[in-house]
């Protein structure tokens, strides 16, 4: 069975660091690209980062560029988010899903077919 | 930026079919995906590809796209639908993910 279970949240001061984990299990977890997505209390999804099967391509939303870092493990078939110099505006709930891709005639599309239940992340003094 | 649009809420009455729309330039390259999230829960995949559906998921829910205008269309709306639904897509001028604000459902 495909299951994606997040951990590593909790509370952080302002200006902390905290590193979350996504550990995978029932895939071969080095063919797929993986994302982050977050969602702060009340709001929507934001997308947050993604990381190619290989981890030779990441990318991340412009409001977390130069503080979070997506990486994997496919070793251990383990994704990992490292957030530095955290504010308050990164607290919310955070997701690792599982990336999927095709193409239609000559069109492309993308979707995140699996999810996990997500680990909370809290920056407050 | 690129951004895709959604309404926030939208009700429809037991048993109708309602249609969730979801806009955004990116939307005209990329198809759109739709999630249902229910409160307290990670967000379920319920439609991709224009209209196909991962397995589980009721044939009431269905998808099409125009333009620049992703739809997720459910046919008779059951009280169990009521979630908030959000569309996603790739954004067409980054390397980005793209999440809509979100609909609110509700079946009366």
């Known amino acids: 069975q495909v299951d994606l279970v997040e951990s590593g949240g909790g509370v952080v001061q302002p200006g902390g660091s905290l590193r979350l984990s996504c550990a995978t299990f029932?895939?071969?977890?080095?063919?797929?690209?993986m994302h982050w997505v977050r969602q702060a209390p009340g709001r929507g999804l934001e997308w947050v980062a993604f990381?190619?099967?290989?981890?030779?391509?990441?990318y991340t939303t412009d409001s977390v560029q130069g503080r979070f870092i997506i990486s994997r493990d496919n070793s251990r078939n383990t994704l990992s988010l490292q957030m530095n110099g955290l504010t308050p505006e990164d607290t919310g709930l955070y997701f690792c899903?599982?990336?999927?891709?095709?193409?239609?005639?000559?069109?492309?599309?993308?979707?995140?077919?699996?999810w996990g239940k997500g680990t909370t992340v809290v920056v407050s003094s | 930026s690129s951004e895709l649009t959604q309404d926030p809420a939208v009700s429809v009455a037991l048993g109708q079919t309602v249609r969730i729309t979801c806009q955004g330039d990116?939307?005209?390259?990329?198809?759109a995906s739709w999630y249902q999230q229910r409160p307290g829960q990670a967000p379920l995949l319920i439609v991709y590809?224009?209209?196909s559906r991962p397995s589980g998921i009721p044939d009431r829910f269905s998808g099409s796209s125009s333009g620049n205008t992703a739809s997720l269309t459910i046919t008779g709306a059951q009280a169990d639908d009521e979630s908030v639904y959000y569309c996603?897509?790739?954004?067409?001028?980054?390397?980005?993910?793209?999440f809509g604000g979100g609909t609110r459902l509700t079946v009366l």
């Open positions: 899903a599982r990336d999927m891709r095709a193409v239609m005639g000559l069109s492309p599309y993308y979707y995140m077919d699996v």
């Open positions: 029932g895939f071969t977890f080095s063919d797929y690209g």
């Open positions: 990381v190619k099967y290989d981890g030779t391509r990441k």
């Open positions: 990116s939307l005209r390259i990329y198809y």
């Open positions: 590809a224009r209209n």
């Open positions: 996603s897509s790739r954004d067409s001028s980054s390397d980005k993910w793209l």
